[in-house]
């Protein structure tokens, strides 16, 4: 295969040397493990007749090194049918979650938008099963020769070297991935995307920060500040009951994506549900208020944890990748909410076009996942949702979302930050 050359992009906003570690870090100062100008280069690529599925290619590609050899990692890829549009296709990198794998039938839903894809394996597996357009119901799980090392638990390897570090191959692996598709002659190189599904989501999080070449990113369920989830299948791996104070410091510097997410200044669309199970409002919240760039929460209240529904459930997906690469229409944008002093009537401007619009609100405390939530509806006035009854003085979060319906189906999901009241 011929490689496309093109010019490699400096990180020019790494605050110390890659092999600074935390405890020379200030506070709130992010460590770069990752040789970007490395991955940023093209990587070697090794064909394979393992995993076969219609209308892909199927190959490995060359990750970071582990244990003084590079790892081996599969994927497939596949473009639209018929002749590129002038400059190449736009192209989408994905990035599955956890017990997932790469899946064919992502790539063929990105295609079926007019985009090229890639969707790779980020355990050091092998396709496995028979979901989402896998076949020939492989065992799931089954590692090959040159892989890199698997995700255990959440961050159950803290204690192992970086390089040796799931999290540290994830992230290589999704750069990488980027690189690959630079160097393809059919590819326009500024019109590649980049999104991820609930560990995914958090994997190219952290990627936004580190690899500015990326058009935009959508992360799905997943975020960044997860040590300050309140769900205990997240709490329990951070202090006091994991983690030491120095492997802690080492985490938050290096591998959440708070640390990242400052230096990320493509735009960003966060898709999630309301009361998502994994990955609490509050923390994706959070995460889109804290890029350099233009960020943007599209919440569809009900919308189901998972691989499949994470890209087949929200059309404001291929909506948004459309408006940045293809000059589509812009999704709607809600600004953060507030209630009128003393009176409870909740209000926010916003642009685009809306058909309704809703208050979100709980008066429960605890868990985020086990609150309840309730809603009032908004009318909307030249530019402004306003609530059409006072939110109760109990609220302790609330949000505005709206939406569009066509066709008896909704689009054009749209929301504004959690606002949270402290009691």
């Not at 570690?21 to 393992?50: F, N, Y």
């Not at 892909?56 to 599969?74: L, N, Q």
């Not at 990242?260 to 889109?288: E, Y």
Request: one cysteine or more; hydrophobic letters at 40%.
């Amino acid at each position: 295969m011929k490689f496309r050359i093109f010019p490699v992009l400096a990180i020019l906003l790494i605050p110390m040397p890659p092999h600074a570690t935390a405890a020379d870090a200030k506070p709130g100062q992010r460590v770069i493990p990752w040789d970007v100008l490395a991955l940023s280069k093209p990587p070697v690529m090794h064909p394979t007749t393992e995993r076969p599925a219609k209308g892909m290619r199927s190959f490995f590609y060359e990750g970071a090194d582990y244990k003084g050899k590079p790892t081996w990692v599969f994927a497939y890829y596949a473009a639209p049918e018929g002749k590129p549009p002038e400059g190449g296709w736009p192209a989408v990198v994905c990035a599955h979650g956890g017990g997932g794998t790469a899946y064919p039938g992502w790539v063929r839903t990105w295609n079926s938008h007019g985009y090229a894809a890639i969707a790779m394996d980020l355990e050091g597996h092998l396709p496995g099963g028979n979901a989402h357009g896998l076949e020939g119901n492989a065992p799931v799980g089954a590692a090959h020769p040159n892989a890199g090392p698997a995700r255990i638990d959440w961050f159950g390897d803290r204690a192992l070297p970086d390089k040796e570090q799931w999290f540290h191959h994830a992230v290589a692996h999704v750069i990488r991935a980027n690189s690959l598709l630079h160097s393809f002659p059919e590819i326009n190189p500024k019109k590649i995307g980049l999104t991820g599904i609930s560990w995914g989501g958090t994997t190219v999080s952290t990627v936004a920060g580190i690899d500015s070449r990326f058009a935009f990113v959508i992360p799905v369920y997943g975020c960044g500040f997860i040590h300050e989830s309140d769900n205990p299948g997240l709490a329990q791996w951070f202090p006091p009951k994991n983690m030491t104070d120095a492997q802690f410091a080492d985490y938050r510097a290096k591998w959440d994506p708070s640390a990242h997410l400052p230096f990320a200044k493509m735009p960003v669309l966060w898709v999630t549900g309301v009361a998502d199970p994994v990955f609490q409002i509050d923390i994706v919240s959070k995460s889109s208020k804290s890029t350099a760039g233009p960020s943007s929460l599209c919440l569809r209240p009900f919308l189901a944890h998972g691989h499949g529904n994470g890209w087949e459930d929200a059309p404001e997906i291929y909506d948004f990748a459309n408006n940045i690469v293809k000059g589509g229409p812009a999704l709607p944008k809600v600004e953060r909410p507030a209630p009128d002093t003393g009176g409870g009537i909740v209000r926010a401007k916003y642009t685009g076009e809306f058909s309704e619009a809703w208050v979100y609100f709980t008066t429960g405390g605890g868990l985020w996942k086990d609150r309840k939530w309730q809603f009032i509806q908004c009318n909307l006035d030249k530019g402004e949702l306003v609530s059409r009854s006072p939110i109760p003085a109990t609220t302790t979060a609330y949000l505005i979302y709206g939406f569009r319906t066509v066709g008896g189906g909704r689009n054009n999901h749209a929301s504004s930050e959690v606002v949270v009241i402290k009691k």
